[in-house]
């Protein structure tokens, strides 16, 4: 158990501060309305990931108990989505534009937009079905606490990232600006990561 939330734990960091669209939304909120807004809208999008991880929880649970094949062809198809993502990232322009203009909202608002933002997006539940069956410890106990537990954690560090990253949106900004190659860098983490998920999706059960 330690060694998959360890494991799991590393992958979120990384991803969360991955260049993406949601904390690019986050930076360019801050940057031109004010940190609370940028954590305003941070709090929006991790509590929509608990209808995310709850579908997830109770789906892919009912799955793991009645077709043993049908989840490990469920792994198979996470193993792909995000070689798929990584790739996407590799034809990716590495540039970063912080120069968008964010409306001006109430915190109220932004908080909706964010949950909003965060469950008419289909391709967070893939993800989420990607990513988090890899991390589970024992597939023979009560799956629905384990993918609960990663899911809670997935939303604990994200938001701690994104906060970090609202809280310090003038300086991470002038630093991308002035560090052209960091976007290249993160761009290439990124890829990593997905690439590294997805072969330890692949990897044979010890």
């Known amino acids: 158990m330690i060694e998959a939330l360890y494991l799991f734990s590393l992958a979120t960091v990384a991803l969360a501060i991955s260049p993406g669209p949601d904390n690019i939304y986050v930076l360019t909120q801050s940057l031109t309305n004010g940190a609370k807004s940028g954590i305003a809208t941070t709090a929006g999008l991790i509590s929509g990931c608990i209808v995310h991880t709850t579908l997830l929880a109770f789906g892919v649970s009912v799955?793991?108990?009645t077709s043993p094949i049908l989840f490990y062809t469920i792994k198979i198809f996470?193993?792909?989505y995000l070689l798929y993502l990584g790739w996407?990232?590799?034809r990716s322009d590495h540039r970063?534009?912080?120069d968008a203009k964010a409306p001006k909202k109430t915190y109220r608002e932004l908080f909706i937009q964010g949950v909003i933002m965060n469950l008419v997006n289909p391709k967070v539940l893939i993800f989420f079905l990607a990513f988090f069956p890899a991390f589970l410890w024992d597939e023979s106990g009560n799956t629905v606490i384990q993918f609960y537990i990663l899911g809670l954690?997935?939303?604990f560090i994200?938001?701690?990232v994104f906060s970090s990253i609202a809280l310090l949106a003038?300086?991470?900004?002038s630093y991308l600006l002035t560090h052209k190659n960091t976007g290249f860098v993160l761009k290439w983490l990124q890829i990593l990561?997905?690439?590294g998920i997805a072969v330890y999706i692949l990897l044979p059960e010890k």
């Open 78 to 80: 996470g193993a792909c």
């Open 158 to 160: 994200s938001f701690l």
């Open 96 to 98: 970063l534009a912080l």
């Open 88 to 90: 996407k990232v590799y």
């Open 153 to 155: 954690t997935f939303m």
């Open 170 to 173: 003038g300086g991470i900004s």
């Open 193 to 195: 990561v997905f690439t």
């Open 63 to 65: 799955i793991i108990t």
